[in-house]
C-alpha cells in the first residue's frame, strides 16, 4: 500500500540547494510516478500536492514559467475535482505570479481576482489582503488603471483594519497615499501616508519608513511647501543613515536627488551641489535610465543658476538623451503591453467558442431529464423565497429598531431637558425675546429632526439646516461664547447631495460638551465638506477644545456612556447602508505637544 514516505521524500527534495535543481525535479517526477493514478482522495490529495511543489519550487525560481503554469493547472484541476478550497487559492496564486512575471497583465489580473475569491471563502484575511495588495501594486503602475487600483488599495486598508495588522495597515495605507498623491489629491494622500508614518514610528522595526518620508515630502513638493519639503527629507535621509539594512541604490538615489532639487528651489546651491556631488558616485550603479534623467536635468538647473552657460547646456543635452532611453523603454512596455492584450483577447475569443460547443454538448445531453430539473428548480426557488422571505424580515426587524435607537439618539432626553429649562429661566427673568428666540429654534429643530428620521436619506441642505439650529441652540445656552464655522467647497450642492440624516451633530455635540464645555472663554468648532472623489464626500469637524485625554478625567461616567452610545448607533447605521465608510479621531497638539483640540475625519460613500 502506497504510504506518505513518497510525498515526505518529495517535501524533502525540494529544499535542497539551487545546484541540484535538476536532480530534484527528476526525484519528484519519479515519485509522482509512483502515485497510483485512480480516484482515491488520498492518492488525489498527493499528486495535487507533489504537481504544486515541482511548480512553486523549482519551475518559478527557475523563471520557467510555462512550465510553472503547466503544472500549476494541473495541481488546480485535481484541486478542484478534490473540492479543496485552500489548494485550489494556492495553485490560482502560483498561476497568477507566472503570468505577473511575464508581464502578462490582463491574465494576472483575471487569475490574482479568481485566488482573492477562493482565499476568501477560506475566510483567510492575511492570504486576501496579501493578494490584493499584490493586483493594487500592479495596477498601480499603469497610470490608465488608477481608478482600479485606487478601489482595491482601499479594499486593502478595510482588510488590515479589520484584521488588526499593523503593518499591513501600513503597507496598505502608504500604497493608498501615492495613489491619492498620483491623482492630484494631496490632502487625501497626506491623511493616509501620515496614518502609516504613526504606525512605523511607534515601533522599534521600520525598514520602510524612509519611502514614506520621501512621499511626505513629494506631496509638499506638489504644494510648493519647500521648507516642509525639506523637513521631511531631511528625517528620510536619518532614517536611511540609522538602518543601514535598508541602504539600497535606488533609495540612497531618491532621497538624494528630491534633497538636490529641493536645495535648488530654496536658492541654496552649495547644498544642492554637495548632494549632487553624493549622486555622482551611484549612478552608475543602476540600469535605471530615469535616474540619470532627473540627474542631469538639477545638473543643468544648478549650472545656469551658477552662470555656467556651457555646463547648463551640455548637461541639459545628457538629460534629453536619457529622456528618450527612458521613452523608448515605455513605448517598448506600452506595445508588448498591447501585443500581449490582443494575445489575450485571441484566447479569450477561442476558449469562448469552445465553451459554447461544449454548452451546446451538455444541453443535448441533459434534454431526455429536462422535466426532473424543472421539478427539483421549482422546489429549490420555493425555499429560496421562503428563506428570502424570512431574511427580509428579520431586516426589516432590525431597521425598525435601528430608527427607533436612531431617533432615540438625535433626541437627547438631557439635551431637551436643559431646553426647556433655558426657556423657563428665560421667562422667568421676563427676557421674553431671548425665550421666544429660544422656544422658536427648538420647535424647529424638533420639527426637522422628526421630518428627517422618517427617510433613509435626506439633502445635505436639510442636514445642515439641522446642524446649525442645534449649534444656535447651544450658542444662546453658551451665551454666545460658542463659535461655528462652515466651509462648504464650491463643487458640493447640498441640495442634491444625499446622506443619511444626523451624521455630523453627534460630533458636533461631542465637541462641544467634551470639547468646549470645559473652557471659561468658549471656544469654536469648524465643520468642512469636500469631495475626495466623485463618489466620496469627505467631513472634517474640528475644535479647539481640551482634548480627549483632559475631557475624559472631568466627563462623568454617565456622560461617557451617552458619547459611546451615540457613536456606536452612528456606525450602526453607516454599516446598515451596505457601504464602506472611513472614520478616523486625530489629537490635535501644538510643538510642546500639549493638547489643542480633537478632529474628526470622516468619508461617507454618497
Known amino acids: 500500500m502506497f504510504t506518505r514516505l513518497t510525498l515526505l521524500l518529495g517535501l524533502f527534495l525540494s529544499a535542497m540547494p539551487t545546484w541540484a535543481q535538476q536532480q530534484k525535479v527528476d526525484s519528484l517526477l519519479s515519485v509522482l510516478k509512483k502515485i497510483p493514478v485512480d480516484t482515491d482522495t488520498g492518492h488525489l490529495h498527493q499528486r ?49 505570479f507566472a503570468h505577473l512575471y511575464e508581464s502578462h497583465s490582463p491574465e494576472a489580473t483575471d487569475t490574482f481576482l479568481l485566488c482573492y475569491r477562493a482565499y476568501e471563502q477560506c475566510r483567510d484575511t492575511a492570504k486576501m489582503t496579501y493578494i490584493i495588495s499584490t493586483l493594487a501594486s500592479h495596477l498601480f503602475e499603469m497610470p490608465e488603471q488608477s481608478a482600479k487600483a485606487l478601489q482595491y488599495a482601499r479594499l486593502c486598508v478595510d482588510l488590515t483594519t479589520r484584521a488588526n495588522r499593523p503593518h499591513g ?33 511607534n515601533t522599534s522595526n521600520i525598514p520602510g519608513i524612509v519611502p514614506l518620508y520621501l512621499t511626505m515630502g513629494r506631496i509638499e513638493e506638489r504644494k510648493k ?129 469552445e465553451q459554447e460547443r461544449e454548452l451546446e454538448r ?29 431574511y427580509r424580515q428579520r431586516q426589516e426587524r432590525r431597521r425598525t429598531e435601528l430608527e427607533l435607537a436612531n431617533l432615540r439618539a438625535q433626541i437627547n432626553p438631557h439635551f431637551i431637558f436643559n431646553c426647556l429649562n433655558s426657556i423657563y429661566r428665560y421667562t422667568k427673568e421676563r427676557d421674553t425675546d431671548t425665550a421666544a428666540k429660544y422656544l422658536q429654534k427648538f420647535s424647529s429643530l424638533l420639527r426637522l429632526v422628526l421630518e ?72 469654536k468648532i469648524w465643520v468642512r465638506l469636500s469631495l475626495t472623489a466623485e463618489d466620496l464626500l469627505r467631513v472634517e469637524i474640528e475644535d479647539n477644545g481640551i482634548g480627549r485625554t483632559a475631557a475624559a478625567e472631568l466627563d462623568s461616567k454617565s456622560a ?26 486625530i489629537d490635535l497638539t501644538d510643538h510642546h505637544g500639549s493638547a489643542i483640540g480633537t478632529k474628526v475625519v470622516m468619508e461617507i460613500p454618497l
Open 48 to 96: 495535487a500536492q507533489l504537481l504544486w511543489s515541482i511548480s512553486t519550487n523549482y519551475f518559478r525560481p527557475l523563471k520557467s514559467y510555462e512550465k510553472c503554469r503547466q503544472y500549476g493547472r494541473e495541481s488546480l484541476g485535481l484541486y478542484h475535482q478534490l473540492q479543496h478550497t485552500r489548494g485550489v487559492a494556492q495553485s490560482l496564486g502560483n498561476i497568477a
Open 169 to 201: 495597515l501600513c503597507a496598505c495605507s502608504h500604497l493608498l497615499g501615492d495613489l491619492y498623491d498620483r491623482m492630484g489629491q494631496p490632502d487625501s494622500a497626506a491623511f493616509y501616508v501620515q496614518n502609516a508614518l504613526r504606525i512605523l514610528e
Open 225 to 353: 511647501n519647500y521648507a516642509r519639503e525639506q523637513e521631511w527629507l531631511i528625517k528620510a535621509e536619518e532614517a536611511f543613515q540609522k538602518h543601514p539594512e535598508t541602504a539600497t541604490t535606488e533609495t540612497a538615489l531618491n532621497y538624494q536627488l528630491a534633497m538636490s532639487r529641493c536645495f535648488i528651489r530654496l536658492g541654496n546651491l552649495p547644498k544642492a551641489e554637495l548632494y549632487l556631488g553624493k549622486i555622482a558616485g551611484l549612478i552608475d550603479q543602476t540600469q535605471d535610465p530615469s535616474y540619470r534623467e532627473r540627474y542631469f536635468y538639477d545638473l543643468s538647473q544648478l549650472a545656469e543658476l551658477q552662470h555656467r552657460p556651457a555646463d547648463a547646456l551640455r548637461y541639459y543635452k545628457l538629460h534629453i538623451r536619457a529622456r528618450d532611453s527612458v521613452s523608448n523603454l515605455e513605448n517598448t512596455r506600452r506595445i508588448t503591453e498591447i501585443q500581449l492584450n490582443h494575445e489575450f483577447e485571441q484566447k479569450e475569443a477561442l476558449a469562448k467558442a
Open 362 to 390: 451538455r444541453d443535448a445531453r441533459s434534454q431526455q431529464q429536462i422535466t426532473v430539473f424543472g421539478l427539483l428548480l421549482l422546489v429549490l426557488l420555493a425555499t429560496a423565497g421562503f428563506l428570502f422571505y424570512g
Open 452 to 523: 428627517n428620521s422618517r427617510s433613509e436619506k435626506i439633502t445635505l441642505a436639510r442636514d445642515l439646516e439641522a446642524l446649525q439650529l442645534y449649534v444656535d441652540i447651544e450658542a444662546l445656552r453658551f451665551k454666545e461664547k460658542l463659535q461655528f464655522s462652515l466651509e462648504i467647497h464650491p463643487e458640493i450642492d447640498p441640495t442634491f447631495l444625499q446622506i443619511p440624516g444626523m451624521l455630523i451633530q453627534p460630533h458636533v455635540e461631542n465637541a462641544i460638551w467634551h470639547g468646549l464645555m470645559h473652557r471659561k472663554e468658549g471656544g
Open 560 to 585: 461617557l456612556n451617552q458619547k459611546s452610545l451615540g457613536q456606536k448607533i452612528t456606525a450602526e447605521r453607516l454599516k446598515a447602508t451596505g457601504k464602506l465608510a472611513h472614520s478616523a479621531t
